[in-house]
């Protein structure tokens, strides 16, 4: 199949925002299909402009009152090279507020610049476009949040993935690139390549960074603690950096989408709960070629798939919630006793859905200890706690409990 084919779920929210909203901006990483999705909404009355063009990019930067003055509306591509752009696209939808006028990417969050944020408000809808769903490729709704809050117990279809056809999903990640390397090897190379562009080029776009050359170890660190709550402490002393440095860097490499920050769930039922972020990558595949991880011989399960895994739930769940009506977010849930769930969703009512990753095919008791934990800190507000893990079958523990295959993130029949 040719990803450049692949229907995005975005597209339809993309439609709703250009009929009611001034601006809108689609964001997320490089090679993700930002261009691709946007391109279609490109008409003659809002011409396609990339800032990846030399040209373009410097008539912006040289005059971009100028530049937008003349635009009746444009689908500009890679805004994050030019953020003045934004305060004066601010000033042309104020003096003609139509709907849909200008549609951007920026392939960094643009929106965490100093005052761009201040300057649209009101006027844009930010749509997230991260690397290809597994519904979007299987060509399946994508609506496990919304069931799952619905009340409904999410389906399974026949054809679940399981062993090491899930292995070779997780490893292969979401980049339309990426997927369509079927080699380990030439992953991995695409994805050094990848990283360079962006540790080089578009981290100058949007900051200033004093030891540009410690990034790519910086990057290499934060793979080995996948998954983990962020010391930001150990990082500075490894690198021999100040850790408020740190702080800033990893700022940096979060706006341009490579890692997410996870905050912590808490509820006033409990001070028993750790109230530290975990940092995970956005991708799995970039996170196996940051471990150098790939197919392990003899069927066995290659190194770190446990953080692999669950960074492939992680992405998945984002992914999921840049299109679900539900409107709800994404936490963690670790209690002082070491008791934790991997995902907490809440939604804008309060109510909570757990979510803990496995990998092994057996589930056992102990498995739904973080779950029960999290349903007594939510009291009436728990919907239902899952454990998804390597399996083809759906196991009942109590009335909100339940074992699920990971599957059921993107199975057709939910």
Known sequence: MATALIGRSAAGVVVEALADTRVVLVVGPRQAGKTTL??????????????????TLDAARRDPIGFVRGLDGAVIDEIQRAPELMLAIKRSVDENPAPGRFLLTGSANVMALPTVGDNLAGRVQIIPLLPLSQSEMRGTAGSFIDKV??????????DAVVGRDLDALVLQGGYPEAIARHVARRRSVWFDDYLALILDRDVRDIATIEQLAKLPTLVRLLA????????????????????????????????????????????????RLIKSPKLTFLDSGLLASRLDVSDAPNGARPPMFGALLETFVAGELWK???WSETRATLSHFRTKEQDEVDFVLEDQRGRVVGIEVKAGATLRRGDFNGLRK?????????VRGLVLHDHDRVTPVSEQLHGMPISVLWASQL
């Open 374 to 382: 999290l349903q007594a800190a939510a009291g009436d507000k728990f």
């Open 320 to 322: 999921m919630l840049g």
């Open 38 to 55: 946007v391109r279609t909404f490109a008409t003659a009355a809002r011409p396609y402009l990339t800032l990846d063009d030399q040209g």
């Open 224 to 271: 080995e603690q996948s998954g983990q709550l962020a010391n930001q402490s150990n990082l500075a002393s490894a690198l021999q950096l100040a850790r408020v440095t740190i702080t800033r860097y990893l700022e940096v490499l979060e706006r341009l989408f490579l890692i997410r920050t996870i905050p912590p769930w808490f509820s006033n039922r409990t001070s």
């Open 149 to 158: 809050f619905s009340g409904d117990l999410p389906g399974i279809a026949e």
